[in-house]
């Protein structure tokens, strides 16, 4: 199981930036690929930014070219950069490790999320 914490959302208006940190406590976190979810009011959580063992990096067309992920192994941390952020954007971000070939959440668990609200 994962126990990440999540941190950095808050409130920004729109064309704003933001950092999310994802504070991850999995055994073996370098070989896992790692994912930023976003849930949306009254929506689904979705895949939104992946990034392999390796560093390959992967983005929904939604945040493409304005998103960043990134992650440092040693400290076990995932990074989310959000630049132009939009109001479409507002909702709660989670992250999780990711089975890239399903898309879809490694883990059952899930850490509290952070709250982003994009807003003018």
């Known amino acids: 199981q994962v126990q990440a914490v999540e941190s950095g959302g808050g409130l920004v208006q729109p064309g704003g930036s933001l950092k999310l940190s994802c504070a991850a406590s999995?055994?073996?976190?370098?070989?896992?690929?790692m994912g930023w979810f976003h849930q949306g009011p009254g929506k689904q959580r979705e895949l939104v930014a992946t990034?392999?063992?390796?560093?390959?990096?992967n983005y929904a067309d939604s945040v493409k070219g304005r998103f960043t992920i990134s992650r440092d192994n040693a400290k076990r941390m995932v990074y989310l950069q959000m630049n132009s952020l939009k109001p479409e954007d507002t909702g709660v971000y989670f992250c999780?490790?990711?089975?890239?070939?399903?898309?879809?959440?490694?883990?059952?668990?899930w850490g509290q999320g952070t709250q982003v609200t994009v807003s003018s």
């Open positions: 999995i055994s073996g976190f370098s070989l896992y690929s």
């Open positions: 999780n490790a990711v089975d890239l070939r399903r898309g879809s959440p490694y883990f059952d668990s």
């Open positions: 990034i392999g063992s390796s560093g390959f990096r």
